[in-house]
């Protein structure tokens, strides 16, 4: 008997097999992340191109959610920016065992390096003053910081924004061909 890319669970559902195509929303619910986010890499990153039918339906291939993954595992886990995430990409560095280029809130110091620094300062007896200069040195880079994050969220509000235009205009036109079709 051909496999049919689905097996039957108990519940009486059915489990895709490992190579049939996903819709958002079964990709969402796996990564744990909104379908609009994965509409938004699709704008952020343009090796996320999933096919798109009859109404702008998306359906994700099983490549198309390794690289999902990989991204959602780099941004949310190990720290990176958008711009870090495509600098990976397009560089073709997107392995799993690489270090993070950049961390996430672009500070200029790594997650919890003002504290370990300091447990470094006191074991080996290195004057604490250093430390509070470093501790300057980041506070002074903060509001730039601060604008930085501002500027990246409105940049993906927009994005957004012209990804819902686009569904809605997708809809409208689905809603227009089913009236045609009632008055018909």
């Known amino acids: 008997m051909p496999d049919t890319g689905a ?9 895709k097999g490992p190579h049939a195509f996903r819709t958002i929303s079964e990709v969402a619910d796996e ?3 909104p379908q609009y986010t994965l509409r938004l890499w699709e704008t952020q990153f343009h090796q996320v191109r999933p096919l798109k039918r009859g109404g702008g339906r998306r359906y994700y291939r099983p490549d198309d959610l390794v690289l999902l993954s990989r991204i959602a595992d780099l941004l949310y886990n190990q720290g990176y920016t958008v711009k870090g995430v495509q600098r990976l990409l397009q560089e073709g560095h997107a392995e799993p065992e ?4 950049q961390p996430a809130a672009n500070t200029g110091i790594e997650e919890n390096g003002v504290a370990e620094q300091a447990m ?4 080996d007896d ?14 002074a880079q903060l509001p730039a910081a601060v604008e930085a994050g501002l500027e990246q969220a409105l940049v993906q509000v927009m994005g957004q924004n012209v990804r819902l235009r686009s569904d ?5 036109v689905e809603l227009e061909a089913i009236r045609r079709k009632i008055l018909a």
């Open 168 to 172: 809605l205009a997708d809809v409208l």
């Open 126 to 139: 290195v004057p604490v003053v250093a430390d509070y200069e470093q501790v300057e040195a980041v506070v």
């Open 31 to 33: 990564l744990h992340v």
């Open 98 to 101: 690489a270090a993070p280029l």
């Open 120 to 123: 470094v300062a006191e074991s």
């Open 7 to 15: 097996d039957v669970m108990e519940s009486g559902g059915i489990e």
